[in-house]
C-alpha cells in the first residue's frame, strides 16, 4: 500500500498590476525616447546643423525637478510612517515644483525663439522642441498620476498598509526626472 504524503501547495507569484502597467509605460517611454535621439544621433551627422545657446533657465527648470523628486520620497517616506499631513503636503509641493517646471521650459522656448530657434526650420531647433515637448507632455501625465495620489491621500486611502499607489506615482515621477536629466546632458552635449 502507498504512503500518502502531502506536500506543501507552491506558492503562487503574482505581480501587482499596477505596478506592471507602469513599468510596462516607463519601458515603452524608454524606447520611445531612445528612438527619438538616436534618429537626433543621425540626423544631427548627416549636417546642416544649427548650434545655439541652451536657455539658461533650463539649468533652473533641472534643478526644479530634481527638489520635485526629493519631495516625492519625502510622499513615499510620510506614507509608510502614517503621516498623512505630511503626506499631503509634500505630494502638493511635488506636484508645484512640475507645474513650475512646465512653466519654465515654456519660458526657455520662448528664450530659444529670441535666439531665431522654432519649432519649424533648422532640424536642431526642431529636435529640441519635440523632445522637450514630449518630455513636457509626459510630465503633465505625472502630474495626473500625482493628482490622483493627492486625492487618496485626503481619503487616507494611502497608507503603511496600502502603498501600491504612493509606489506606483513616485515610481514614475522619478522616472521622469531621469529621464529629464538625460534628455538635458544629451541635448547640452550634443548641440
Known sequence: MKELTLQEPKPILTVNKWKFIIWLFIVTIIMFFAAFTSAYLVRRAEGNWTDFQIPVIFWYSTAVLVVSSVFMHLSYLAAKKDEFLKLRTFISLTFGFGLL???????????????????????????????????????????????????????????????????????????????WVYLFLFLLFFR
Not at 486625492?151 to 513616485?170: D, F, G, P, W, Y
Request: proline share 1%; aromatic share 16%; charged share 10%.
Open 101 to 179: 517646471f512646465l512653466v519654465m521650459q515654456y519660458l526657455g522656448w520662448l528664450d530659444l525663439q529670441s535666439q531665431g530657434i522654432f519649432l519649424k526650420g533648422n532640424p536642431s531647433g526642431s529636435f529640441y522642441y519635440v523632445l522637450t515637448g514630449l518630455h513636457g507632455f509626459h510630465l503633465v501625465t505625472g502630474l495626473v498620476v500625482l493628482l490622483y495620489a493627492f486625492l487618496a491621500a485626503r481619503k487616507m486611502a494611502v497608507h503603511s498598509k496600502n502603498m501600491t499607489q504612493i509606489e506606483v506615482c513616485a515610481t514614475y515621477w522619478h522616472f521622469l526626472d531621469i529621464l
